[in-house]
């Protein structure tokens, strides 16, 4: 994987790549709206108003960025990356009110016909270069977009597309009344107020998903999962959940490692698990390891296990004459019950008589308490 880029020269680059196509829409609005005007084609004002709209989005993305490359602070400690989110929401709202109000407008006069302009071949000429600079703006926004991860970059792309095709969609209202069909350039209108108001649909509708902690796509889900399965010391995969923000990903991951093995190599496999995701795949910028002896989700749900201190209680209350020589207790938490295992100075597996005393009220205790499953002891060689 190439290093990515930092995240200054991402921003900027998003910025670049806004304050270009605002330009290039404040060019376009007034080419548009002026000579629709002059023209008289409804189609050519209704693309110059999807133009204006390009315009906003382009100033809104601006802002979004801005806000959106905020560091993670005490408020928000998984960064600001939202605003862009949110940003997306606003525009896809702002393109759906464009999109009804051109339909209204445009419904209106159909209504009355007298009251239909009658474009010329203007029309056609003005349409003829937006398809042109559109098509060029969005090839220019969309790898911008990929270089920079950016959802939000790449919604302004496909809508910087959107008004190359309803160009298109103009310059053949047009022609079609100067061939002697009327209502094409009205009908060409709405065709166009229906494309802007359809991609702020779906830009609603995507963004609200990710505010909603939506999960990653399942494919990307299953090769996040087959990347987790491929690292030494995993066993398992008992729960793995994801959610988006912004462009970045955030991965929740409970594995099951070797229930044996200690508690400092099963943070070493987590801390290779997180790593590993964030190398690998770009979009992810967090993982969250729970590491797990076993899959207990859904025991440990209805019934508390045993404490530390309990169980120390308990060794205390069933093997009172041997509390003195116990230098320490190892507890695992398996099979929905606990093992224990006891620390013994070496000396003490040559006392055969205490051996079988010891032996005897461990039995007892395993009797009584049903949460303990065994009690192991280990005899510790102390070093002169």
Known sequence: MNDPLDTVKLNKLKAKASYVGAAVNVFQTLIKIGFGIWGQSAALIADGIHSLSDLLSDLLVIVAVRLGSREADHEHPYGHRRFETIATV?????????????????????????????????????????????????????????KTRSKLLMANAWHQRSDAISSIVVLFGIAAVMLGYPLAD???????????????????????????DTSLPPLLVAEIRNVIMGIDGVEGIH??????MGEDALIDAHIVVDPRITVSEGHAIGDIVRDELISRFDDVMDVLVHVDPEDDEAYFEKHKPLTRNEVKALLAKYLPDFEVHIEDFRIHYLSECIEVELI??????????????????????????????????FFKQNEE
């Not at 729960?239 to 988006?244: E, G, H, I």
């Open 186 to 212: 009205a009908i060409a209108a709405i065709v166009v107020a229906l494309m802007v108001a359809k991609i702020g649909l779906n830009l609603i509708f995507d963004s609200v998903k990710e505010l909603v």
């Open 344 to 377: 013994l100075p070496f000396v003490l597996s040559a006392d055969t008589a205490l051996m079988q005393a010891l032996k005897k009220q461990i039995k007892v205790m395993k009797k009584r308490v049903k949460d303990i499953n065994d009690i192991v002891l």
């Open 239 to 244: 729960l793995l959940r994801s959610r988006q």
């Open 90 to 146: 606003i525009l896809g709202l702002s393109l759906i009110a464009i999109g009804g109000g051109i339909s209204w407008e445009v419904m209106t006069r159909i209504a009355n016909p007298e009251e239909l302009p009658a474009p010329n071949s203007l029309g056609i000429a003005v349409a003829a270069i937006s398809i042109i600079i559109n098509e060029w703006l969005y090839h220019y926004t969309k790898r911008i977009a990929r």
